[in-house]
C-alpha cells in the first residue's frame, strides 16, 4: 500500500520561507515522476513542480525561480523549498507519485496547508 506523508507546512508572512517534505512507504521515489501540485479554497489542483523520471525539474510558472524541488532517495523523501512565499502561494499543497513510476495517474498524499499572509 502506497503512501505519501507531506509535512512541513504552516503559516508564514509574506518574504518568508518554508519547506515541505513527502516521505513515502511502499513507493520508491528514485527515477520515477514525482511532483507537487497546490489547490487554493475554490481553485483547481495545480502543477507547482515535478521531477521527471529522467530527472529533469519543472516548475509553474508562478513560482519559478523561487521554489526549488529536490529529492533524497537514500530517505526516500521528496522535498520543496519555497523562499520569498507570496499571499497568492496560500494553498493546500499535495505531493503526487506516478502510479507507473514514469506514467499514469497519481497517488497523492493527505496534503498539508500553506498560509502566507501579507
Known amino acids: 500500500q502506497v503512501q505519501l506523508v507531506e509535512s512541513g507546512g504552516g503559516s508564514v508572512q509574506a518574504g518568508g520561507s518554508l519547506k515541505l517534505s513527502c516521505a513515502a512507504s511502499g513507493y520508491t521515489f528514485s527515477n520515477c515522476t514525482i511532483g507537487w501540485y497546490r489547490q487554493a479554497p475554490g481553485q483547481e489542483r495545480e502543477l507547482v513542480s515535478i521531477?521527471?523520471?529522467?530527472?529533469?525539474?519543472r516548475y509553474a510558472d508562478s513560482v519559478q525561480g523561487r521554489f526549488t524541488i529536490s529529492q533524497d532517495n537514500a530517505k526516500n523523501t521528496l522535498y520543496l523549498q519555497m523562499n520569498t512565499l507570496k499571499t497568492e502561494d496560500t494553498a493546500v499543497y499535495y505531493c503526487a507519485a506516478a502510479k507507473y513510476c514514469v506514467h499514469g495517474d497519481y497517488f497523492w498524499g493527505q496534503g498539508t496547508q500553506v498560509s502566507v499572509s501579507s
Open positions: 521531477i521527471s523520471s529522467g530527472g529533469t525539474a
